[in-house]
């Protein structure tokens, strides 16, 4: 968490609000892991963002960094200062914007960081923006051994499943309904392709993932219509993969593991 979904919701949010107003001034806690933006000239600049899978791409006014929101990584926007408030607390960036509110940079688990000043060569297309060339590099690699990895495992390879994480393989892999634990290049047809890009539709559509600490901004409250959605994360049986990160599927699977 956050997944492709979350990270595309986070950019619209941060792209939004910062829309008319530029910043005033900066205050860069020692616990900020955003290093590449330290060597910025921040005053007087816009902040937009852009997402690609799990990376979120900033802008102040041109000039970009590229950023992984980790486990808890999101933006904030106080009013006035929020003493008493987590994201506040954890904010390792304070931009004081032109409107005299303060928008935040909050990372809890500080897993997040700034990357590079462009996209990772290694991570595959993005599903919203490319999905044709999402769909065209899977289908053109099917004979890369990636792909001869049980499904669980190769369906959350960055280079071919750009944003995928741990909800969205439960769900993608537990309503395709097929041995999860077959290789992957067993379940793949342009089909299953259809379902990855409509699951993931789905939960851009719902407002993402309101899981653990990342929440829409978008959004006044939380409502239940993603947790409707889901009907294996958290749910079903579960187990540890060779990545170390639980796996939830459908029980009747585990006799064929």
């Given at each position: 968490?956050?997944?492709?979904?979350?990270?595309?919701?986070?950019?619209?949010?941060?792209?939004?609000?910062?829309?008319?107003?530029?910043?005033?001034d900066v205050r860069f806690l020692k616990t900020n892991k955003l290093k590449l933006i330290e060597g910025i000239d921040l005053k007087g600049k816009k902040i937009s963002a852009i997402s690609r899978g799990k990376e979120l791409k900033l802008f102040f006014d041109t000039e970009p960094v590229v950023i992984s929101l980790g486990m808890t990584g999101c933006f904030k926007n106080f009013q006035k200062r929020g003493y008493k408030n987590k994201h506040w607390k954890h904010g390792h960036i304070r931009f004081r914007m032109s409107d005299n509110s303060w928008f935040v940079w909050s990372d809890v688990r500080r897993f997040g960081k700034?990357?590079?000043?462009?996209?990772?060569?290694?991570?595959?297309?993005d599903v919203f923006h490319e999905e044709k060339k999402f769909r065209d590099n899977i289908m053109d690699n099917l004979n890369h051994r990636d792909f001869t990895k049980p499904a669980h495992?190769?369906?959350?390879?960055?280079?071919?499943?750009?944003?995928?994480?741990?909800?969205l393989r439960a769900e993608i892999l537990g309503k395709w309904d097929k041995?999860?634990?077959?290789?992957?290049?067993?379940?793949?047809?342009?089909?299953?392709?259809?379902?990855?890009?409509?699951?993931?539709?789905?939960?851009?559509?719902?407002?993402?993932g309101e899981l653990y600490s990342w929440m829409n901004e978008n959004k006044s409250h939380k409502d239940k219509q993603f947790d409707k959605w889901m009907k294996f994360y958290g749910k079903t049986a579960k187990m540890k993969d060779t990545l170390g990160r639980t796996f939830w599927f459908?029980?009747?699977w585990s006799k064929v593991k």
């Open positions: 968490m956050p997944e492709i979904s979350e990270v595309r919701l986070t950019a619209q949010f941060v792209t939004e609000i910062n829309k008319k107003r530029t910043i005033q700034s990357v590079s000043r462009d996209w990772n060569p290694n991570r595959g297309p495992v190769a369906i959350m390879n960055q280079k071919w499943f750009n944003g995928m994480g741990n909800y041995n999860p634990f077959q290789p992957l290049k067993n379940l793949i047809t342009i089909e299953f392709l259809d379902h990855v890009v409509s699951q993931i539709h789905d939960t851009y559509h719902l407002g993402g459908e029980k009747k």
